[in-house]
């Protein structure tokens, strides 16, 4: 079993900024990459930024700029900074990992069950 377990979600005002962790635990052989999806109110779950292994980074257009995911490969964790931070930046961040259990398996998406970030003054 793989679980991820996302932290650092919460209430900011207009233009400060948070920190979301999100740690891989479990039946791990290598993680190929993790990312970020958010959910706000009435959408779709996007992409907010993803990191391969290799450290090449995705951001979404709406968020260059403003936040930084990064990762700990040793400790299966990724980060996501996220500063000056709008309102229409409120969701639901979900954490997002492709991940191969045991050799000789493919790679496997897993999600954790998301932590919200409120955006309001």
């Known amino acids: 079993q793989v679980q991820l377990v996302e932290s650092g979600g919460g209430l900011v005002q207009p233009g400060g900024s948070l920190r979301l962790s999100c740690a891989a635990s479990g039946s791990i052989f290598i993680v190929t990459d993790m990312g970020w999806y958010r959910q706000g109110p009435g959408k779709q779950r996007e992409l907010v930024a993803s990191i391969i292994s290799g450290g090449s980074t995705n951001y979404a257009d709406s968020v260059k700029g403003r936040f930084t995911i990064s990762s700990d490969n040793a400790k299966n964790t990724v980060f996501l900074q996220l500063d000056s931070l709008k309102p229409e930046d409120t969701a639901v961040y979900y954490c997002?990992?492709?991940?191969?259990?045991?050799?000789?398996?493919?790679?496997?998406?897993?999600w954790g069950k998301g932590t919200l970030v409120t955006v309001s003054s």
């Open positions: 997002h990992a492709k991940i191969v259990p045991r050799l000789f398996m493919g790679a496997e998406d897993y």
